[in-house]
T-cell receptor
Framework: NAGVMQNPRHLVRRRGQEARLRCSPM?????VYWYRQLPEEGLKFMVY????????ESGMPKERFSAEFPKEGPSILRIQQVVRGDSAAYFC?????????????FGEGSRLTVL | AQTVTQSQPEMSVQEAETVTLSCTYD???????LFWYKQPPSRQMILVIR??????QNATENRFSVNFQKAAKSFSLKISDSQLGDAAMYFC????????????FGSGTQLTVLP
């Protein structure tokens, strides 16, 4: 039973380019969450999605960032026109529908470096 | 808004000894979950232990246990018989029950285990 799969693990982009990060939740999980970890900090919530719906995007920057979780395929976190401040580790987590334990299962993260 | 505070940026412990990591939080909710996550150098987020706020009994997982003081809003992690593999960044996290699924993380405590 594969865990949460994120790719790429490492991504290097130059300022102004686009970054796309992908996340496949655990089998049977229909809820996906994206978190960002800046250097030397804890994880910060960005967005919570279910299939084809954004449930809570209160942690997403208003510009350049978008997320989707289509009916088929992985969830995508897209960052347009990246800047150096976007350099961070981006973690995806998933949970099953109706979870009463509150536990989120995290992927290994995607580390974005903006040159 | 909920906040989670870890006042110890770094801690060290001798192998086989016991160490306690501190965490306090602020919330107006009465029902919630608290977690300790471990992040080793591989950067993966690994759940160590979970506590439901409505349970008075402190959670225990093998060598890991918590001291949950709801009135004081304190949630410390005790690691007994410390092992070299316990060396990692430890994050305390809070999750309100209900539809909002945002985990709020503390800033982390870097634990070093000395041989």
């Amino acid at each position: 039973n594969a865990g949460v799969m994120q790719n790429p693990r490492h991504l290097v982009r130059r300022r102004g380019q686009e970054a796309r990060l992908r996340c496949s939740p655990m089998k049977g999980h229909s809820h996906v969450y994206w978190y960002r970890q800046l250097p030397e900090e804890g994880l910060k919530f960005m967005v919570y999605l279910q299939k084809e719906n954004i449930i809570d995007e209160s942690g997403m920057p208003k510009e350049r960032f978008s997320a989707e979780f289509p009916k088929e395929g992985p969830s995508i976190l897209r960052i347009q026109q990246v800047v150096r401040g976007d350099s961070a580790a981006y973690f995806c987590a998933s949970s099953p529908s109706g979870s009463r334990t509150g536990e989120l299962f995290f992927g290994e993260g995607s580390r974005l470096t903006v040159l | 808004a909920q906040t989670v505070t870890q006042s110890q940026p770094e801690m060290s412990v001798q192998e086989a000894e016991t160490v306690t990591l501190s965490c306090t939080y602020d919330t107006s909710e009465s029902d919630y979950y608290l977690f300790w996550y471990k992040q080793p150098p591989s950067r993966q987020m690994i759940l160590v232990i979970r506590q439901e706020a409505y349970k008075q009994q402190n959670a225990t997982e093998n060598r890991f246990s918590v001291n949950f003081q709801k009135a004081a809003k304190s949630f410390s992690l005790k690691i007994s018989d410390s092992q070299l593999g316990d060396a990692a960044m430890y994050f305390c996290a809070y999750l309100a029950t209900g539809s909002a699924r945002q985990l709020t993380f503390g800033s982390g405590t870097q634990l070093t285990v000395l041989p």
